[in-house]
């Protein structure tokens, strides 16, 4: 079980809605993926606009948590605004908050980003951070009154995996209780279970997917992926070593007079 903003869930993967061959592949995609909470950008995908009945249909609403998001945003006023309409919209105060800082990496602005992290906290939203691994940012927006924090792995699409893993380490080792989401880069299961393996709560993708050669195998493959990452880290993993440790030391004794 995994509480996530004071709901509970089954799944610690979060998955993306954008970018899917068709809205058929989506929907069989997401429910390969076992996930729980589908995120949503209200600037892509207006509530009843567009296509947007069939993607409300495909998404299947009834099973899952919709998580709106402001990508696409690049001002703190622009955010807010973003996620203003989306809480009149989608009827929940849960936000992925984006605030972009620059184009060609989507790096998260972090003074935008705590800006409006600030002012949506003190409107009740639940906001969710899309964040660099930055260790100050990520103080300043918990001491801003945020639960969750969504540092990235690598840049948003590139598929690159954890390039981080020192710091999601560091942030989870400073920080046991707040609920840690790997936000972007992810490109392969192994990225994920890796994330998991970390400590983190959960994992946020959308590209890995969408962009497989058959996005419902690979989201299956991700649903697995996370699920032993999961049950690897609460196992206790050994501790690592540069240095080699015959893995049976006496060799040539037998075993009962070791
Ligand atoms: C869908 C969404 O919110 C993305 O902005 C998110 O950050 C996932 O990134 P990837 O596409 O790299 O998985």
Redesign the pocket.
Known sequence: MFELARRTFHSRLLV???QYPSLEVMRDAIAASGTEVV?V?LRRQTAGGGSGNAFWRALNQDRLAVLP?T?GCHSAEEAIVTAQMARELFDTHWI?L?VIGDDSTLQPDPFGLLEAARELLGQGFEVFP?CTDDLVLCDRLLGAGCRILMP?G??????LGIDNAARLAELRRRYPDITLIV????GAPSHAARAMELGCDAV?????I?RAGDPVAMASAFKSAVEAGRRGFEAGLMPTSREARPSTPDIGKPFWHA
């Open positions: 993306g809605s954008a995120t950008s998001n990508a992925k984006e899309y990235w690598a840049p948003i699409g590139s598929g936000d972007a880069g992810i946020l993708l959308n590209s890995a969408a």
